[in-house]
């Protein structure tokens, strides 16, 4: 354990999240953020990363390479082994990210995962699966993420690509193609521009600068065609979710994200539909609305490395 303090690191496309927590008190002792930067240049925003992590180990009294450990979620594929394949959001192409780190901090226990997943970690830890070890959670916002958590670990899969449940497709027959190339992905129908894109396509509801969050609230007010948006992007999570609990079959969903901040009517709505396509077995899985919003990254961050 050493000292007992650790870093975790939420790096996003345009901040990159830094807390270091204390084991011994069992709370952060300091939260800061910083620029994040895209470009190829991996080595800028690291090198950003660290200079930080220095000033902060500063000011708690220690060395950065006195750290117990140092845990990073990154918007994108993360091997087991710490190696970033490809990160569009940052502009990174491959980046042995675990070595870089220990060889710039002389820290040894340092880890790296997909964001999403870390965040999954995150909940499981100290948010809204607190006291459960297997998991997955759904994050709705931009676009659709998801995170695996089996056994209190993070479930990476081959090449560091599990997990990305917004990539399921759910409807064969879609003539538009998603921000991945296929068609007839969830992110399509069940991301806040997808949420949006029902409403507006086949509602014809119009308003400018429409939101997810409008119409949820109009949903929540009984207008008919939102509560029929509602109900088509429940259809599609709800069905794809049950699909999710056949081949891992967690204890737990979360669902987290931007869009979950509409609240319950995410919840009764999208678990009406699972519990319609889900075998007798699994229909009784809970869903929860995740907690640590922003700090989830940080807390799973931390995880992955008092657990090493």
Known sequence: MGNGLYFGIDVGGTAVKM????????SMVE????????NENENI??????KKMKEMSAEAGVSISEVSGIGIGIPGPVTADGKVLKCANLGWDIVDLT??????TGVENVEAGNDANVAALGEIWKGAAAGYKDAVMVTLGTGVGGGIVIDGHIRAGHRGAAGEIG????????????????????????????IVDIAQKRFGICKENLTAKDIFDAAKAGDEKALKTVDIFAAYLGTALSNIANVIAPEIFI????????????IEKVME???KNSMYALRDIPARLAKL???????????MVIDR
């Open 293 to 303: 919003g922003n700090m989830a990254g940080m807390y799973g961050a931390i995880k």
């Open 255 to 266: 669902i987290g994200g931007g869009v979950s901040a509409a609240g319950n009517i995410i």
């Open 273 to 275: 539909y699972y519990e």
């Open 31 to 38: 939260n800061c953020s910083i620029p994040s930067i895209k």
């Open 45 to 50: 925003l690291i090198g950003n990363i660290v």
């Open 99 to 104: 070595t870089i780190i220990k060889e710039l």
């Open 19 to 26: 807390s270091l927590y204390s084991s011994k008190e069992d």
């Open 167 to 194: 990539h399921i497709t759910v409807e064969p027959e879609e003539s538009e193609a998603c921000g991945c190339g296929c068609r007839g992905c969830l992110e399509q129908y069940a991301s806040a521009t997808g």
